[in-house]
């Protein structure tokens, strides 16, 4: 059963940090570039940072470029998003993703409509 569990976020004051972290499992995680994904309250769903199967290449947002930082445990079949310097803007519901491609690199960020493997979703809210 090919599952994506997500833990992390929760609450915090603006400038304040999250870690947001995504076990996969029931499918080869290494062979998979990863995403993660964000759904404000009354807005569509947006690709915020991507990596590629190795991690050697990631992608961001410009809204998130420069305060999260996405990275990956293949050892522990394990994604994460580093949230720095949080704002009220970044409140919003979270997912991760898995997407599988030729050459195995995401090669950018977008809306998430070719992922295979989602996670369940984690609320971040951050306050003023």
């Known amino acids: 059963q090919r599952q994506m569990v997500q833990s992390g976020g929760g609450s915090v004051q603006a400038g304040g940090s999250l870690r947001l972290s995504c076990v996969a499992s029931?499918?080869?995680?290494?062979?998979?570039?990863m995403g993660w994904f964000r759904r404000p309250p009354g807005e569509q769903r947006d690709g915020i940072a991507a990596?590629?199967?190795?991690?050697?290449?990631?992608y961001y947002s410009d809204s998130v470029k420069g305060r999260f930082t996405i990275s990956r445990d293949n050892a522990k079949n394990t994604l994460y998003l580093q949230m720095d310097n949080l704002k009220p803007e970044d409140t919003a519901m979270y997912y991760c993703?898995?997407?599988?491609?030729?050459?195995?690199?995401?090669?950018?960020?977008?809306?998430?409509?070719?992922?295979?493997?989602w996670g369940q979703g984690t609320q971040v809210t951050v306050s003023s």
């Open positions: 993703a898995a997407l599988w491609t030729f050459g195995c690199d995401p090669k950018g960020i977008n809306d998430g409509t070719d992922y295979q493997y």
């Open positions: 029931g499918f080869d995680y290494s062979t998979y570039n």
């Open positions: 990596i590629s199967c190795s991690g050697d290449n990631t």
